[in-house]
T-cell receptor, first 115, second 117 residues
Framework: AQSVTQPDIHITVSEGASLELRCNYS??????LFWYVQSPGQGLQLLLK??????LVQGIKGFEAEFKRSQSSFNLRKPSVHWSDAAEYFC?????????????FGKGTKLSVKP | GAGVSQSPSNKVTEKGKDVELRCDPI?????LYWYRQSLGQGLEFLIY????????KSGLPSDRFSAERTGGSVSTLTIQRTQQEDSAVYLC???????????????FGPGTRLTVL
């Protein structure tokens, strides 16, 4: 079955520290991969996406993610976290074929940032 | 120029009542999606409209759930005979890609928080 696993429900980091949020997927083929962020009271915003090519993807707000086929992972990273990064982060996969546009989401990782 | 809008932002209802949730997608977007976000459960796909094609209803959890999209624009998600387990945030998203593939960015609305007492 297709699924996305985000092993960490809640992570707390200090402002200025580096961040890595983990994402593993189970899919019949290499899917399209996405990271979304949901700030309190806000809708989801796309941070970055991977379809093919360079396995290191740059996104908005200084985030990047690396696709590792051998590990079925797509971890999100940021070298220096800002207080405004406190939010919930969702990893998602999409079908790499046809017109199946819906995404399968992980359960999310809530990020808290300590001053 | 506005984003995806949803109404109402909050809805409290009694068990057994019917509710309607509305989504206004971004103008010109042909694909529209409904997701449900339950506490601690992430986002669950419900239904997907793409242009004039028959909707993909594979994510609807029961026959109490239905959705329609009028004129290829506004969509209404209806939940009949609501149950307490229907309490969640219902999110709508739209995308531009006429092929309906997942390559196109989905833009999400702020959601409707449904509470069933």
């Amino acid at each position: 079955a297709q699924s996305v696993t985000q092993p960490d429900i809640h992570i707390t980091v200090s402002e200025g520290a580096s961040l890595e949020l983990r994402c593993n997927y189970s899919y019949g083929a290499t899917p399209y991969l996405f990271w979304y962020v949901q700030s309190p009271g806000q809708g989801l915003q796309l941070l970055l996406k991977y379809f093919s090519g360079d396995t290191l993807v740059q996104g908005i707000k200084g985030f990047e993610a690396e696709f590792k086929r051998s590990q079925s992972s797509f971890n999100l990273r940021k070298p220096s976290v800002h207080w405004s990064d406190a939010a919930e982060y969702f990893c998602a996969v999409g079908a790499p074929w046809g017109s199946q546009g819906n995404l399968i989401f992980g359960k999310g990782t809530k990020l808290s940032v300590k001053p | 120029g506005a984003g995806v809008s949803q109404s109402p932002s909050n809805k409290v209802t009694e068990k057994g009542k019917d509710v309607e949730l509305r989504c206004d997608p971004i103008s010109g977007h042909t694909a529209l999606y409904w997701y449900r976000q339950s506490l601690g459960q992430g986002l669950e796909f419900l239904i997907y409209f793409q242009g004039n094609s028959a909707p993909d209803k594979s994510g609807l959890p029961s026959d109490r759930f239905s959705a329609e999209r009028t004129g290829g624009s506004v969509s209404t998600l209806t939940i009949q005979r609501t149950q307490q387990e229907d309490s969640a945030v219902y999110l709508c998203a739209s995308s531009q890609d006429p092929t309906g593939s997942s390559t196109d960015t989905q833009y999400f609305g702020p959601g409707t928080r449904l509470t069933v007492l």
